[in-house]
């Protein structure tokens, strides 16, 4: 009797044990369908993206490529499935953006890349940028989802454009040589044989302008070279007190109508520069510190050692530069449209790549209406 008893509370059990594994099913495949039904709403939103993407895992082997993928590199997805997309290298990508590239994702961080150069199916290269965001799963990253970005068509535009630019600049800087030429020897025989000021005036005019546009042309150049990688400055043991003693001779030659004072500048200070860049940037600080302000107005040159380096400052009284506009004046082509007089909003830029170079800085502080202060910095040698 007690057997049976116990008999029957066990299959009462087994059957309470079954409704509960069969609601569990039920609930576990509504919960698959579900699923299902999201990962084709997925596909469909990968597959109708027009930015190529791919899927792999942490290990690297390919599990989805949408059409937009497949058309950018000429491959299928069924060709290239479980394969490592390092096929596709050019090995024109630096590998070091590869190596950042793995530490930031495994750690799972979302990771934007540089300009990466691939190689599609029939050998012809293209230029992409991507997001690579990291998958979990139960706190386990499990796959990679690269969304890319086609920069290939951009890229060629600016390329097209620089190298036009460049020879462009090249082809002008002959006839202007000549013309400057022609214009002093006509000015000097003008003044020569005492012709009328109105034609002296004339001349020189010429003169000025011509000027203006070998500076232009020499931007330019200097710009074109800075991109290209060419060769661009050649350091040495200077004495930068000397270099900033000679670039205030020079400017005062040619602005005399503003007066120039160097303050405070220690002597033999020693640094690994290029003598001829490090004028040009401070030739171009000073006459920037001529054209945005007041004749008449103090130019004031200053050095201070602080921390193994020398800090050398240009200081005007002009019209200032407004807070939210003084890190872009050191951009390429950006020019405040209030106060551009003369120029093409290439110096800052030049000037701050040459710094760059030198393991510088470069900065302003200014007031609107009161005048600014650009300074740089150079690292000091023995
Ligand atoms: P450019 O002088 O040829 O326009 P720069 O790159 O030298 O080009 O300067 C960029 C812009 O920064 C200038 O157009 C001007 O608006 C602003 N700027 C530069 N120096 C000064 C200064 N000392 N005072 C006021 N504005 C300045």
Do not use: C
Request: net charge positive; glycine share 4%.
């Amino acid at each position: 009797m007690k057997d049976l008893v116990s008999f029957l509370q066990d299959k009462s059990q087994v059957k309470r044990e079954n409704v509960t594994l069969e609601k569990k099913l039920e609930q576990l495949t509504l919960e698959l369908s579900g699923l299902e039904e999201e990962n084709k709403t997925l596909q469909q939103i990968l597959s109708s993206s027009s930015d190529p993407i791919l899927v792999t895992t942490t290990e690297g082997e390919i599990t989805y490529a949408n059409p937009a993928w497949e058309k950018i590199t000429g491959y299928t997805f069924e060709e290239v499935k479980g394969k490592n997309p390092r096929f596709l290298k050019s090995n024109k990508t630096p590998a070091l953006m590869y190596r950042k590239m793995w530490k930031t994702i495994l750690k799972g961080k979302t990771f934007t890349s540089d300009e990466v150069i691939n190689k599609k199916k029939n050998g012809y290269e293209y230029r992409i940028r991507s997001h690579i965001y990291p998958v979990r799963k139960n706190g386990n990253i499990n796959y990679f989802v690269q969304q890319q970005h086609d920069i290939t068509a951009v890229k060629e535009r600016e390329e097209l454009q620089k190298e036009f630019l460049s020879a462009t600049a090249h082809e002008l800087k002959t006839p202007i040589t000549v013309l400057k030429l022609l214009t002093q020897s006509h000015l000097q025989k003008a003044k020569n044989k005492s012709y009328d000021s109105i034609k002296i005036g004339e001349l020189e005019l010429v003169d000025r302008e011509l000027d203006r546009i070998t500076l232009i042309i020499n931007d330019l150049l200097d710009t074109s070279r800075l991109e290209t990688g060419k060769q661009f400055m050649t350091l040495k043991r200077v004495d930068i007190s000397e270099v900033v003693k000679q670039t205030v001779e020079k400017i005062r030659i040619y602005a005399k109508n503003h007066e120039f004072l160097v303050q405070n500048f220690p002597s033999q200070i020693f640094v690994q520069a290029d003598p001829a860049r490090i004028e040009q940037v401070l030739l171009n600080l000073l006459s920037n510190a001529v054209k945005y302000s007041p004749p008449e107005r103090e130019i004031l040159i200053s050095g201070e050692i602080a921390k193994n380096q020398i800090i050398i400052s240009v200081k005007d009284e002009g019209m200032g530069i407004p807070r939210t506009k003084q890190s872009l004046i050191f951009d390429k082509y950006y020019q405040l449209k209030t106060n551009s007089k003369v120029g093409f909003g290439l110096g800052l830029y030049i000037s701050k790549e040459i710094i760059k170079r030198h393991k510088g800085k470069i900065w302003v502080t200014s007031k609107v209406g009161k005048g600014s202060i650009f300074s740089f910095s150079l690292p000091l040698t023995i």
